[in-house]
């Protein structure tokens, strides 16, 4: 099957390990294997490394369960990352010739992936004047008779766009009718779990995926899952068969270790983005040739800036004089922005937006980029 | 995308739990976590749980190395497991419409996922006639102008085919003149690694995918990669960015330590296969409504019986009745067979077969089968 380049994927392995100041990572600051253990007593040392439990490992989905409003076992099944559970889901509800939903700037995975599949695909916008918010009235519009699904993420990669409980009613509401899959990222949920919303707890046809990577801060683990009704579980099931069997007991005892103790992860995390937040909020008020939509919840936002550079030319740039590194905005397809995680340490966070309000100012003088 | 079920792996996840004598796993003897880090001084209590190397750890891919005659890590890329490896190279490189040649009894993977992607798949026969060896002239008289890929293993699963040196370079002659890939899966390829051959030393479009699940005795940990020219490995790359970003750092070293301390994991293993096979012979020997073909180096066979039940009745029975464990050949195309994994612990596994035996004289005289 032909696919897309993936620009944003590209770009972070190509250039990432030449930050100094990651400033666009999407994940909170990764622990270590020994903070991990250190929250549980006893080392795994009898664990046996055969398969495991094949669609993951009880206790492991019981403590996914309580990040969720509904469900049981049935609902859950393990996947290597979020991003292959969105591809499972993908391959076994979608044939060619169906229509797909997403929105831009947005995941290139989201439509870039039904679009190899050969669905056909329908990109509407977030729109930056409206908070990053999509209109209900397109996305009414937009439902064809083949319409199958609508794929997004809340928070949203990069613009951090979170949908109200309201705007879930609406949304299923229009997807109900025709029985439309609604596939929701939900990575960057949860930092505070009551109050945000999974699809998969209000719609029979909604399904979350989420992993450890980001607000669990344990990309490393490699560990993702889907919740969502047993009808589709079953069918994710019979195709990863042909994937990847199981994701072994190693990690799923590290996961569930992780989740078990979760708000120990979370209570840091949350600091960590709250004090990235204010130190966003001051600089903005320094630096007014840039501008972002903050939400409370999200470690993701999409920075705007106010200068006549290609993002693209800006970030390498920045890069190679400064060490700063940012995705730019072409990765998600859209210009005079750059993708800011708000995620990592605080103190490297605040040193990495001054040295970059400066380096604005000076590069703005200099004529390569005109 | 529309499959069918994966009649193995089905009957594994659904049945495997009630063994008591396991002969049907093609894996090595699972090791504990214990028994993999003490092979290696030192606990990686200090590894961050980031992505780590996207195309997976340097240190690793050396290693991964050593298991081969060519190559260099732009040769490399590692995936969570082979079955995963497969489907990547699979969705990669082949589109709706290409030809796709498989042998049966064989995976199903290997023909029922292309079948899914759209591609036209002929099923070819190993013999069991001729020591389960397909036919060369059939591959010839195959080949058409849109074939794309032949798909394989060797050691073949559940046959125990395995390719000669004289073999290989008859199928390569058939396929470069319109540079047709060979995908071979080479799980259980390595045991003696001077005496087994890798498609990807003798062919540009020749593609090895392996890991550490069967004869490394670490299914657990879910590791696996292809070895294939860079132009292969780069369209993996670019897929991958859509599936799964990396396989993490934790997994990735881990599977250094297994792979930098092979030679105790394949001694060890080499032992087991000596014994078994040996406990296997003579019980050829004293039970004639068996037979089977056994290759040196292979840890399954295609276990013949000259008795008139059909195989899934066969296996479900001796699982309910004496908690024996087979798939049958129906899973694989093929009655009147069962696959028999020769990795386990020899003392149960010769206990097994000795019931086993024991029981099917029992159960031709009943009455439930016939």
């Given at each position: ?25 999407t ?40 990040l969720y409003q ?12 979020a991003?292959?559970a969105n591809?499972?889901v ?11 939903i997403a929105f831009v700037p947005g995941y290139?995975q989201f ?13 509407l916008?977030f729109h930056?004047?409206q908070d990053w918010k999509f209109s209900m009235?397109?996305v ?9 699904m609508i794929v997004l993420a809340s928070p949203s990669n990069p613009t951090g766009t979170m949908l109200t409980k309201q705007e879930w009613q609406q949304l299923i509401?229009l997807c ?5 899959y609604i596939l929701c990222d939900e990575v960057y949920r949860g930092l505070d779990i009551e109050k945000t919303i999974s699809v998969s707890d209000l719609y029979?046809f909604g399904i979350s995926t989420s992993s450890?990577?980001k607000i ?10 889907v919740k969502a ?64 939509v903050l939400n409370e919840f999200s470690p993701v936002v999409f ?68």
């Amino acid at each position: 099957m032909k696919i897309n380049d993936f620009l944003c994927e590209q770009w972070m392995t190509e250039y990432e390990t030449e930050a100094i100041y990651n400033m666009t990572d999407t994940s909170f600051q990764a622990l270590s294997l020994q903070e991990l253990l250190s929250m549980e007593e006893g080392f795994p040392q009898d664990l046996i490394l055969d398969y495991g439990e094949i669609t993951g490992k009880k206790a492991l989905k019981q403590e996914i369960l309580k990040l969720y409003q509904t469900g049981n076992e049935e609902n859950i099944v393990c996947f290597p990352g979020a991003l292959n559970a969105n591809q499972h889901v993908m391959d076994a509800l979608l044939q060619a010739g169906d229509h797909v939903i997403a929105f831009v700037p947005g995941y290139q995975q989201f439509y870039d992936y039904p679009l190899s599949l050969g669905c056909e695909v329908t990109c509407l916008s977030f729109h930056e004047e409206q908070d990053w918010k999509f209109s209900m009235d397109e996305v009414k519009e937009s439902i064809r008779k083949n319409t199958k699904m609508i794929v997004l993420a809340s928070p949203s990669n990069p613009t951090g766009t979170m949908l109200t409980k309201q705007e879930w009613q609406q949304l299923i509401e229009l997807c109900a009718k025709n029985a439309i899959y609604i596939l929701c990222d939900e990575v960057y949920r949860g930092l505070d779990i009551e109050k945000t919303i999974s699809v998969s707890d209000l719609y029979e046809f909604g399904i979350s995926t989420s992993s450890l990577s980001k607000i669990f801060s344990l990309p490393g683990l490699r560990l993702g899952w889907v919740k969502a009704a047993p009808f589709i579980i079953d069918q994710l099931v019979i195709r990863r068969d042909y994937t990847m069997i199981s994701t072994g007991p190693l990690l799923d005892h590290l996961g569930w270790i992780a989740l078990k103790n979760k708000e120990k992860i979370l209570e840091r995390n949350r600091a960590i983005l709250k004090a990235n937040q204010m130190t966003l909020k001051s600089w903005l008020q320094e630096n007014k040739e840039f501008s972002v939509v903050l939400n409370e919840f999200s470690p993701v936002v999409f920075l705007k800036y106010n200068m006549d550079i290609p993002s693209a030319a800006l970030c390498t740039q920045v890069l190679k004089e400064k060490g700063i590194f940012f995705v730019p905005g072409t990765c998600f397809g859209r210009e005079y922005h750059v993708r800011l995680g708000l995620g990592r340490d605080p103190k490297q966070f605040e040193n990495g937006l001054k040295l970059f309000a400066k380096w604005s100012k000076e590069a703005l003088k200099k004529t390569y980029f005109s």
